[in-house]
Each structure stands twice: as C-alpha cells, then as structure tokens.
Antibody
C-alpha cells in the first residue's frame, strides 16, 4: 500500500522558516517525482512545486508565489522529500500535502497544517 | 483567481447525472491531454478520480467519466449517490513556466 506521511507543520511567525518532511512507503521512491500542493483554510488547491526523479535530473519547479522562498529536495536513500519554507508570510497559512507525481498528483498524504501568525 | 475556471456549485438528485466543467486556455488544457480530477470530502485529502482526461484509476467507480474539448474539460458523474457529495477539483499540466494549475473547485450537493 502506498503511503505518504507529512510532518513538521505548526505555528511559525512571519519571516521565519519551517521545513516539512514527506515520508513515503509502498513504492520505489526514487522512481517518482514528488509534488507539494497546499490548501488555505476554506480555499481551493494550489500547486506549490515538484521535484523530478533522479532519472529526469532531480530538478525542481515552483509556483511563482513561492519561488525563491521555498525549496524542495529529496533523499532517495530514506524515501523522504522535504519542503524548506523561508521568509514565510501570513498568506502561506495552509494545509500542505505531499503527493506522488509531477504532471498530475495521484497518491496524497493526509496533509500537515502550517500557520503563519505573530 | 484560479487558473482554471469551474462553477462554484452544482447539484443533482440521487440517480441523476451531473457534469462539472473546467475551462482553461490553449496553454494548459488545450495543449496537453493531462487533465485530472479530484474528489475531496470535508477534512480529508483529495482523491484522484480521473487522470489523463478520461482514465479511471483502479478502484474508482465507472460512474465517473472525463472528457475534453478544446480548452474545456468535463467530469460527469452518473447515477448520483449521497456519498458523491464533495468538492471536486480539476487540474491540468501547463508546461513551463506555470507547470501545474488547479481549478477553484466545485461543491457538489446531492439533493
């Protein structure tokens, strides 16, 4: 069974940093792109970015709203993907989901809530 | 404002069929057969219902079907059931520099 489990969410002040983790099991992690998608309270889904598999260069792409502030990385030896979030803003408050796939997410984690507030 | 446009709400009675539209542009839906649809119940993670415009993942009911014409994709749910009541989101690959775009979501109410 494919499982994605996010962790690392919580309350953080504006301007500070936070790192989310996504632990994956039930598949060969290194074969797949991993995406992050967020959902602000009461709002719709917003694509954050993805990291390609090493076979496709392991490169990353980001939404304009987070580019230069957020960084996605992966550790294939541990089957974990990371979302490093810097210079956080109140509008980054959301549930953050990690998902398998780049061009379209198929499997989703349960999400982790990030609240940016002073 | 979302990149893809969906109706805010649709409704139908049990047993009926409904269709949710998702309108994009020639840069996303119109250029790629990479449209997906997600179902989200309150407090839950989204679930993939359709990928690559009209493909149903294993385990998804055949009451769900997808299609595309030009810059507009559609999700049809036939034989509506109470458990279909949820939010539905469309998604399309859009290539560089946007890559992935979602619709604003449609709330389906089963009357």
């Amino acid at each position: 069974e494919v499982q994605l489990v996010e962790s690392g969410g919580g309350l953080v002040q504006p301007g500070r940093s936070l790192r989310l983790s996504c632990t994956v099991s039930g598949l060969t992690f290194g074969d797949y792109a991993i995406s992050w998608v967020r959902q602000a309270p009461g709002k719709g889904l917003e694509w954050v970015g993805f990291i390609r598999s090493k076979a496709y260069g392991g490169t990353t792409e980001y939404a304009a709203s987070v580019k230069d502030r957020f960084t996605i990385s992966r550790d294939d030896s541990k089957s974990i993907a990371y979302l490093q979030m810097n210079s956080l803003k109140t509008e980054d408050t959301a549930v953050y989901y990690c998902t398998r796939g780049g061009r379209w997410p198929d499997y989703w984690g349960q999400g982790t809530l990030v609240t940016v507030s002073s | 404002q979302s990149a893809l446009t969906q109706p805010a709400s649709v409704s139908g009675s049990p047993g009926q069929s409904i269709t949710i539209s998702c309108t994009g542009t020639s840069s996303d839906i119109g250029s790629y057969n990479l449209v997906s649809w997600y179902q989200q119940h309150p407090g839950k993670a989204p679930k993939l219902m359709i990928d690559e415009v009209d493909k149903r993942p294993s385990g998804v009911s055949n009451r769900f079907s997808g299609s595309k014409s030009g810059n507009t994709a559609s999700l049809t749910i036939s034989g509506l059931q109470a458990e279909d009541e949820a939010d539905y989101y469309c998604c399309s690959y859009a290539g560089s520099p946007t890559f992935v775009v979602f619709g604003g979501g449609t709330k389906l109410t089963v009357l």
